[in-house]
């Protein structure tokens, strides 16, 4: 599998894009966010012989922190280690990037919380400073290794 930076405008990115904002809207009934865009995103893509089977996104929270956008794997490719795959370049690129922690938004409705703690991510307050970020919303980190 490779794994590129494309930005959000590359026709197979906004194909994934809209992909996962229909299967958010069938599971949260309206609740799913629209992608935007945001000068300080950038995408990766997951791409399996030669097409284009996931994307997520990265962008400055502040100094010390990258949050994690639009994860998303198109069905027919999930739990063939792709998701997990793109959060390892994700994190990889928030470090390269200055950064000292990752964090990531998901609706407890969603399976992307149960996935997020798999990978070493730990609830933690939200904007509010609620626990959790609210009743529909779960925030979650993970503090990226030190340099030696």
Known sequence: ?????????????AALAAAEQRELRELA??????????D????????????AVGYGGIRVRDDETGELAHLYVRPAYRRRGVARQLVAALEEL??????????VETGPHLPG?????????????????????????TCLAKRLPVPA
């Open 1 to 13: 599998m490779l794994i590129e930076s494309r930005p959000l405008a590359d026709p197979e990115v």
């Open 29 to 38: 009934s309206g609740a799913g966010r629209d992608i935007g865009t945001h």
């Open 40 to 51: 300080d995103t950038c995408c990766l893509t997951a791409v399996l012989a030669g097409r």
């Open 94 to 103: 928030a470090y390269q990037r200055g950064h000292s922690l990752v964090r």
């Open 113 to 137: 919380a149960a996935f997020f703690r798999a990978c070493g991510y730990e609830p933690t307050s939200g904007d509010d400073g609620g626990p959790g970020g609210g009743p529909y919303r």
